[in-house]
Every structure is written in C-alpha cells, then in structure tokens.
DNA sequence: GTCAGTATTCTAGTATACAAGTTGAAGGAT
DNA sequence: ATCCTTCAACTTGTATACTAGAATACTGAC
C-alpha cells in the first residue's frame, strides 16, 4: 500500500470508542469489518452490548450498505447476535461453544503437529527460533498485542510446516472464540512465560521429527488453556453464559 | 482465468437455471442463499460459471440487496469468487483445498467418534439403528439425496453423542467442498452400500464403548473417500484445478 | 394512581440510484 | 494487416429512500 499520500483519503471519526480512519482506496466494508471485529475480540465492545446500525455509520462515516454486510459477516463469525426488528448485540462468550471450540482447536492442531514433524526440516527450525525470540522479547516487555501475534504465528508456522496451512484458517475461525479471552489472558506476565516454555517443549518433539511426541506436547499445550478461563470466568462473570 | 468466452456463457436465466419462487413472509436473502448454495454444491451451476448479480435478482425477483448478502456469504464458504469491477464467478473446485478439508474433517470426527464412544448409551444404538435402516432403504432406492441427508445425520448423531454437537457445524462448513462431489460420487450404487459397511463398523465399536476402537473405524471410513476423488476427477476434469 | 390504547421512534430488511472500474470490440491511423 | 485510441456495455461497491415490525413512551379514561 502506498503512505505517501494518505491524508487525503483519510476520513476520521470521533466516536464513543475511539476515533476509526477510513482508506477510501479500499473496500469500505472490509475494513469496518476488521475494525469492528477487533474492538469486539478485545472487548472494548464489551459482551451484551447493543450494535446500532446506524451508529457505526456514523462512527466510520459511511453509510449502512457496508456496515451491514460487515455486520452480517460478524454474526456469522458468532461474535454478535441479530434480532431482525429489534436490535444487534456484541454476543455473550458462551461456555459450551469454549468448550467445543476448545475440543475442535486441539483435535486440528494436535493433527497438525503430528503431520509437520513428519516434514520438519532445519529451515523450519531456524524460522520457529526467530519466532521464539520475539515471542521472549514481547512477552518480557508485556507486549501482549504483538504476543498474541507471535502466538498466532508459531501456531500457523508448524500448520506450514505439515503442507497443510489452509487449514490453519479453519483453527483461525474456530479460536475466534477464545481470542476474546485470550487477550486478557495475555495481560499476566506468569502465564505467557508458562505458554513460551510449552512451545518449546513441542519444537522439541518437532526438531527431532518425533510426530507422536510433538501431538503430545501440543496437546497438553492446549489443555493448558482451560486453566485461563477458571481464572478469568469470575472476574468477568456478566461476560459469559453457559449457552 | 480465461474470461474471453463469457458471452458463451452467460444464459438467460429462465431458461438455464429456472425461476425460483420465494416465500415472502421469509427473509429473501436466506432463502437466495440457500438456493444458490444448492445449485452450486448440486453443480447444477457449474464451476467457473459467471455469476451476474443482476441476472440472480431476475430469477428471484428481488432487488440487488438481499443477492448481495447472499452471494457475500457464498463467497467466505468458498463456493463462489469475486473479483471487483469484473465478475463473480463459481469456484472451481481446488485440489489442495479438498485434501486440506479432508484432513480436517477427518482429524475432527475421528476425535469426536473416540469422544462419542465414551458417552455413548443404548439409547444412541436405538437412534443409529432406525438411521442405518434409512440409509439402506434409500441407497436401494438410488435415491441419492436422500442418502445424503442420512449420511449427515449419522455422522451429527456421533457428534451429539460426544456432547459437542455445535463441533458438527465446524465439520459442515469444512466439508462443503467435499459435498459438491460427493453428490455426484453417490449415483454410483456399489459406492453407498461401501459406505454404510463402514458405518455398521463404526457403530459396533461405539455400542462397545470402545474409543480407540471408533477413532480407527472413523478413520478408516473417512479415508476411503479419497477413492471417490481419484473416480471422479477424470471424468469432469474441467471442475478441478490444483491450486 | 392504574391501566388501556395510541403514537412516536427505534430497529433491520428491501428497493433503487449512482459512482468507480474493467473489459472487449469498434474504428481510425500507421 | 497491425497497433492504438476511444467508447459503450457491462461489472461490483456505495449511498440513499422506503417498508414493516417491535419496543417504548405518552396520553387519556377510569
């Protein structure tokens, strides 16, 4: 994308949750949609919250015909709920579709690891070991929004590796669930040092082509997990229900 | 892609795909999903065909407003392409995508198979039972759609077994490209009564409570789908492409 | 004060009009 | 004949207007 001359294509707007800038060069809708989507996943749209149309109009300065499809995509996503005549509301994290999602998550992951250990090779070694780097560096500095970053990149790295990064975008859709608490989770320094050990405990298994040794260790990585929501659920008890 | 032919095909749309009446108490974007979706899974609309979105609002008889949204959301299912300010074209149908999908499919039931072994009861062999008879009675009668539609239901049994029945939806969206073959792959007779051998099996080692010995059974059924792709990609190579 | 009925004002769904961009063929110049 | 320019006919993306239904607030009767 050219920065050179952005200005005259930005079109700001001051809102209740924060001030959003439109590229005009790009489709209005898929941005809304980013936008929109990333303010709910960090819960700076908190759960339960009414959507008005309307308002994210206003809020982006466009009309509704992209906010609504951007809309339509996020209730598909299942991260808000539409009652036609009477209003859209940022859905709240239900238990049994965390632990659904959880169960799927590892079911493809622990797949995944077991198949990308059969075609590991020393340059996956050497792109995970930068990974891991930063994933120290960030967690250190209490940089959780670049951790999560990295997180996601070590985890489609090893989909990568197996052949099989396409189905690194169903995990994507599957987690977008638990993203929304995840994004919390981050913030406790404690546990990212706890997530970074568990990732190399399965490059490990990785590096040595072992592909039942890496299922495991992705497996109890990801079991590991359930913990944060023990941890988080009574601290934002009006954010969850159980279905 | 090759646009230069367009024009040959592009059909006026009484002729070619009939006119559908909708039910206008419904809402018309819904419905215009799910016809279309039938038409493209049943490759009724072939693969790389031209979608015009105007053309759909003359079968439907409805604005360009709920055909927007609907073909938005074939679009994220990967059924369908958009290309802005040139055309909406039907996916043809990727290689790499169906083994992707098949992986994780299969990583996916094979779990909730060894899930569903663990909390399977008699009442789940009673509802399997009257299931499997269906499947019988139909694939004798050829009548192929509805096989289908015993198929899905059997492999959803095993998921609500497993208490994870929202992870059959996961699956579902992930076999979609699977479907747009698998409806021509069930014409052939011989193929059915394969398929419900391999359910029988499946359903022995669940009645037995027995996890690892379901995961196998589910494995090796799902793995045998693969022979339907090498049939029948020969014979519409043109719906196929590798990437 | 209480309650029924009504009106206003929200909402999402749909229809229509316009804007921006691409394609491919027609037509003239070389 | 070949190349280039131009233009008309599409395409999707966006903006606006209108419809129908639901919730709420208000008004009037009792």
Redesign the pocket.
Known sequence: MNLTNIDARIIPAATAHGVFALDR?L????QVYRQLRNEIITCRIAPNEA?????ICGMF??????V??A??RLAEDGLIE???????FVAAIKLKQLREAQFARSALEVALAEEAARHWTEQHSDEVRINLDQQVQHARAGDSRSFFLDNEAFHQLIARAAKLEGVWTTVQSVKTIWDRIGHLANRVPAHTLEIIAEHKVIVQALASQNPKGAAAAMKTHLRSVDHAIARLQPLHADYFVEE
Chains 1, 2 share one sequence.
């Open positions: 060069h489709p209005a809708a898929e959507i008005s149309e309307n308002r300065g466009v009309s509704r015909s992209p609504r499809v809309v339509t539409i009652f036609p005549q009477r209003g859209t």
